[in-house]
Every structure is written in structure tokens, then in C-alpha cells.
């Protein structure tokens, strides 16, 4: 259904095709919404979507997964759709908590992390898309070969993040504390919206990416 005549984001995105509602009934069979076998790669935090959206856009022969918690935010995303609708492309609202029923063993290619909200408090270090208990949820669903790609401006963040690699039994492939100065890793960069209101600022962007 397309987005015009309904207002609220709860409605909108119950109404969206390039949502999946129930992705926990597909969790095996990703390739059957796609309709081919090509690799499938997620974003988990995906905000309003400019990263996603540009890769599916540049990469027709990969399949691509956006997750987002909140409503109001995954709109944005869609509205993107609507205008380029694109058939390598969905959406999820949902807890990436929940990321193991919805994808089955080694079922995703690739994931990508981008400035993930810090939970900067200790108790919430659970909260954290790249701490240990969400590695261990990603060791579930990612191939055996496949990476994970993680950037943010977030100095403590990052170093959080390298710090729970050892004991999750991951290892770094590559990494940078500043992105956007380091030829190599910026090759193929996608910029994210907050990416690029970071940067801007002048703040440096961490990256790295991890496989295990
Ligand atoms: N990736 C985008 C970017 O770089 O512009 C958005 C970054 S924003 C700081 C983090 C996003 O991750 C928010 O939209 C938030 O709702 C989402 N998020 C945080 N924890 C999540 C979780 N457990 N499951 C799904 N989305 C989550």
C-alpha cells in the first residue's frame, strides 16, 4: 500500500510493503521475500535509512535487510522507498534483541553497526549492539566467513567495542580511528546521516570490521 491518506508511523508502517511484518515466519527462508539466493546483509540501528537505501541501490545482486527499533525513525526510511523503490530492500521494526528469530544459522552475509546508540551508564552495557552479548547473537545468524562493520564518532564506545572482541572469541580483520583520513577504508565508504553530521563537526569516525 502506498503511504499517502495514512498518518501516524504505527499506521504507515503496518500498511508499508517494504516492511516485513511477522520476519520471525521467515526465519530460513529470507531468499523466498527476495526471490533469489543472493547473499543477504543486514543493518541493525539503521536510523532513517540513507546508508541502506544507497548500498541496495549500488549493489542490485545483494540483498539487503534494514532494522530499526522505532517507528517514527524507519518511516524515513521507507519514504525513501517510496520515492526509488528498490527490490533488493526491506525493513524491520523491531528489538534487534530478537535478531536470532528472525535469521536463521549463518543465514546473513554481512552486518553493519553504525553509531550505535553508546548507553554510556555500565548497567546498560547489555544495550550495546557491539558488546559480547549481542556477538554472541550475531555468531548465530552471520556465516562463518562473514565480517561485521562498525562505525561511530564515539571514542569510549569504540574502544568498548574492541575491548569485547577477545573474550566474544572475535578478531579484528581491519580498523581506523579516523575513517575519513585513512585512503583504504574509505574506499567504497557510504556515508550514514549521522556520519555525516559528525563529521562535519570535525569529530574523527572509528571503524573497524571483525570476523571470527
Ligand atoms: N545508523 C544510523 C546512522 O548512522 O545515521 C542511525 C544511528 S542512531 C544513533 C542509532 C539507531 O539505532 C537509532 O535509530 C535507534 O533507534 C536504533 N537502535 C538502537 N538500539 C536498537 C536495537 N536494539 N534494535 C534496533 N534498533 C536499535
Known amino acids: 500500500m502506498r503511504l499517502r491518506n495514512i498518518s501516524g508511523s504505527r499506521e504507515l508502517i503496518a500498511a508499508s510493503d517494504y516492511v516485513i511484518h511477522e520476519p520471525q515466519e521467515h526465519r530460513g527462508g529470507w531468499g523466498e521475500i527476495f526471490g533469489n539466493d543472493h547473499p543477504i546483509r543486514i543493518e541493525i540501528g539503521m536510523g ?58 549463518g543465514e546473513v552475509d554481512r552486518i553493519y553497526l553504525n553509531f550505535s546508540d553508546p548507553w554510556p551508564k555500565d548497567r546498560h552495557a547489555k544495550r550495546r549492539l557491539p558488546s559480547r552479548e549481542f556477538l554472541r547473537r550475531y555468531d548465530e545468524i552471520l556465516k562463518r566467513d562473514g565480517v561485521i562493520e562498525f562505525k561511530t564518532d564515539n571514542r569510549e564506545l569504540f574502544q568498548f567495542a574492541l575491548d569485547e572482541l577477545e573474550p566474544a572469541g572475535w578478531h579484528l580483520e581491519r580498523m581506523t580511528r579516523d575513517l575519513h583520513h ?15 553530521r559528525f563529521s562535519s563537526m570535525g569529530n574523527p569516525i572509528y571503524k573497524y570490521i571483525i570476523s571470527r
Open 48 to 105: 532513517k535509512g540513507r546508508f541502506i537505501v544507497e548500498l541496495a541501490g549500488s549493489h542490485p545482486d545483494i540483498n539487503y535487510v534494514g532494522i530499526e527499533k522505532y517507528s517514527s525513525v524507519l518511516l524515513r526510511g521507507i519514504q525513501k522507498m517510496e520515492e526509488e523503490p528498490l527490490d533488493n530492500l526491506y525493513f524491520i521494526r523491531m528489538d534487534a534483541e530478537e535478531i536470532t528469530s528472525v535469521f536463521g544459522p
Open 182 to 196: 585513512d585512503e583504504e577504508m574509505m574506499r567504497d565508504n557510504v556515508m550514514t546521516e549521522y556520519e555525516e
